[in-house]
Every structure is written in structure tokens, then in C-alpha cells.
């Protein structure tokens, strides 16, 4: 059974730069997009973006000029940078596996870790 | 990027009833699809991926039908495990989106 679980700081200052890791388990990390996703409380799901393990990512426009995403196959990893945060950026951050060869869907999810910032 | 909207943001149901909630996009996205269930403290199911295809272990009380913008996700008979929150999520493009969530609670 893969496992996803997601690790880092969960508190983090505004102006500074959020980092995450997601260790996967039970699984191998090759031949799938690794994927992020954050819910800010009271609110929806919001995509990230996504990385292969050749490293080539997807990121949301939006985010795009503060996100970096990394891969550690030989560690079974990925992560999550995200720059320059404000509290609009304090939410449920999830990690996911997407597979799919046209339509991408993500079967396996991490538990999810809550990332506040504030001073 | 493509904007998906869910109906209703939320609906009051009993345990037996038949539940629809449907998933509209902005515009075309063929069967680029899918379902999930979130629980607090838990890690988010993937219930039906490509529109109609149900995942592996999900109930077949869970079934997902449509194309093109108008999508639909029915669970035939509400258990109690099934109240929860349900997001359509659109993976035809490179910049994925979520629909803004049904939350399922107990009447």
C-alpha cells in the first residue's frame, strides 16, 4: 500500500520561505507526477503543482513565481518550496501521487499538514 | 484558467438517500474528470477518476457520469461513513482545478 506523508515546519514567518517534504512509502517513486495541493481553512482545494521524476514540473500560474518543486528519487521524496509567504499562504498542505497517461488523477494522498504563518 | 462550480455547496441528507451533486465547468474538458471525499484528519479518497471510472475499493454505491461541461457524481445510497466533503477536480489542462467543494451533512 503506498503512504504519503508530508513533513517540515509548520510555522512559518511572512516574508520567508515555506519548505515541505513528502516521504513515500510502499511504493516505487518512478514513472508518476508527485503532486501538491493546499486547502486554506474554510475554503476549497487549491493545485499547487506537480513534478516527475525526470524533474520537470507543472506549476500553478498563479503561484508560479514563488513555487520551487524538487525531487530525491534515491530518497523516495519530493518537496515543496514556496517563497515571499503572507497568511493568506497559512493552509492544509497535501502531498499526492497523480498518475494517468492523458487524464491525470491523484490515487494516493498524504495526511495532509497544516502550515501557519505568522510572526 | 478553467473555473469549476458544484452544486450544492451543501446538502442535508439521511442515511438511505439518493445523493447527486453535480460539477459544471467553464468550458470543455472531454471526461478530464474526477471525484474525491475529504474527512478531517484524513487523507483525502479518490472516488471516480475519467468521469465514470470507479476506483479501485470504492463502493459501487458511488458512480460518476458526463462529458464535455456537465458532470455528475451519485452515491445511490447514503451510508453513515459518507458524510463528508465532495470535490470535483479538472485535469484537462496544465493548470489543474478544483470545484469549490459539497459538504454532505447528517439530517
Known amino acids: 500500500q503506498v503512504q504519503l506523508q508530508e513533513s517540515g515546519p509548520g510555522l512559518v514567518k511572512p516574508s520567508e520561505t515555506l519548505s515541505l517534504t513528502c516521504t513515500v512509502s510502499?511504493?516505487?517513486?518512478?514513472?508518476?507526477?508527485w503532486s501538491w495541493i493546499r486547502q486554506p481553512a474554510g475554503k476549497g482545494l487549491e493545485w499547487i503543482g506537480r513534478?516527475?521524476?525526470?524533474?520537470?514540473?507543472d506549476y500553478n500560474p498563479s503561484l508560479k513565481s514563488r513555487v520551487t518543486m524538487s525531487v530525491e528519487t534515491s530518497k523516495s521524496q519530493f518537496s515543496l518550496r514556496l517563497s515571499s509567504v503572507t497568511a493568506a499562504d497559512t493552509a492544509v498542505y497535501y502531498c499526492?501521487?497523480?498518475?494517468?497517461?492523458?487524464?491525470?488523477?491523484?490515487?494516493?494522498w498524504g495526511q495532509g499538514m497544516l502550515v501557519t504563518v505568522s510572526s | 484558467d478553467i473555473q469549476m462550480t458544484q452544486s450544492p455547496s451543501s446538502l442535508s441528507a439521511s442515511v438511505g438517500d439518493r445523493v447527486t451533486i453535480t460539477c459544471r465547468a467553464s468550458q470543455t474538458i472531454s471526461t478530464y474528470l474526477n471525484w474525491y471525499q475529504l474527512k478531517p484528519g484524513k487523507a483525502p479518497e479518490l472516488l471516480i477518476y475519467t468521469a465514470s471510472n470507479l476506483q479501485s475499493g470504492v463502493p459501487s454505491r458511488f458512480s460518476g457520469s458526463g462529458s464535455g461541461t456537465n458532470f455528475t457524481l451519485i452515491i445511490s445510497s447514503l451510508q453513515p461513513e459518507d458524510f463528508a466533503t465532495y470535490y470535483c477536480h479538472q485535469s484537462y489542462t496544465t493548470s489543474q482545478t478544483f470545484g469549490q467543494g459539497t459538504n454532505v451533512e447528517i439530517k
Open positions: 499526492a501521487r497523480s498518475r494517468g497517461a492523458i487524464s491525470y488523477y491523484c490515487d494516493y
Open positions: 513534478i516527475y521524476t525526470s524533474g520537470s514540473t
Open positions: 510502499g511504493g516505487s517513486i518512478g514513472i508518476y507526477f
